[in-house]
């Protein structure tokens, strides 16, 4: 199994440009989530999802969007990004009814 | 709600000498909780947890963490520093339930330095 991949590793946005980070699990997992990583502030929770076509927001929505429109994959939307996105950002996932998160490599994103 | 709190945004530590991270909780419900390792421009990889088993929780590269539901802690801990476990470290907590949803709720991390 890949596990949790992430694409882009890295990306350089302007204000007000829009783009896709993308996620993706061979592993069936049913859940699948979306945290940044900022200094000191540990890891918040953007958004998730519990199966195909099913998602939720978490402690920091505004701003991103998502769908689940397979079990595998789980892309998170910048329509109009901003400076205060700048940030590193994560996709996990588990198994329904399981505990244990899995995490991705990241995208490290900074928008200018 | 349920939160963690870490003790100590950076954490120094000669090499040899034993490794103390602090973690406490709080949640309404029992919780199954975490420590998870960041190396540098790495992910998160999982260090160990407790799921409502054995209080004394054994992981990864000689950590252990003990549950203390009376002092809601969950403190990290290695008798022995090496400078490989120069990384920074988080705390998490989730509810045991089982609609699926549940989230993992992040402490803010501790940096640990090891020193030479």
């Known amino acids: 199994n890949a596990g949790v991949t992430q694409t882009p590793k890295f990306q350089v946005l302007k204000t007000g440009q829009s783009m896709t980070l993308q996620c993706a699990q061979d592993?069936?997992?049913?859940?699948m989530s979306w945290y940044r990583q900022d200094p000191g502030m540990g890891l918040r929770l953007i958004h998730y999802?519990?199966?195909?076509?099913?998602?939720d927001q978490g402690e920091v929505p505004n701003g991103y969007n998502v769908s689940r429109s397979t079990t595998e994959d789980f892309p998170l939307r910048l329509l109009s990004a901003a400076p205060s996105q700048t940030s590193v950002y994560f996709c996990?996932?588990?198994?329904?009814?399981?505990?244990?998160?899995?995490f991705g490599p990241g995208t490290r994103l900074t928008v200018l | 709600a349920q939160s963690v709190t870490q003790l100590g945004s950076h954490v120094s530590v000669s090499e040899g000498a034993l490794v103390l991270l602090r973690c406490n909780y709080s949640s309404s419900v029992p919780p199954y909780l975490f420590w998870y390792v960041q190396y540098p421009n790495q992910g998160l990889q999982l260090l160990l947890k407790y799921t409502s088993a054995a209080t004394l929780v054994k992981g990864i590269n000689g950590f252990e963490a003990e549950f203390k539901k009376s002092e809601t802690s969950f403190h990290l801990t290695k008798p022995s520093a090496h400078m490989s476990d120069a990384a920074e470290y988080f705390c998490?907590?989730?509810?045991?339930?089982?609609?699926?949803?549940?989230?993992?709720?992040f402490g803010t991390g501790t940096r640990l330095t090891i020193i030479p």
């Open positions: 996990a996932s588990r198994r329904g009814g399981s505990p244990l998160l899995l």
């Open positions: 592993m069936n997992h049913e859940y």
């Open positions: 998490a907590v989730s509810r045991i339930s089982n609609f699926g949803n549940e989230k993992l709720t």
């Open positions: 999802s519990v199966g195909a076509g099913i998602t």
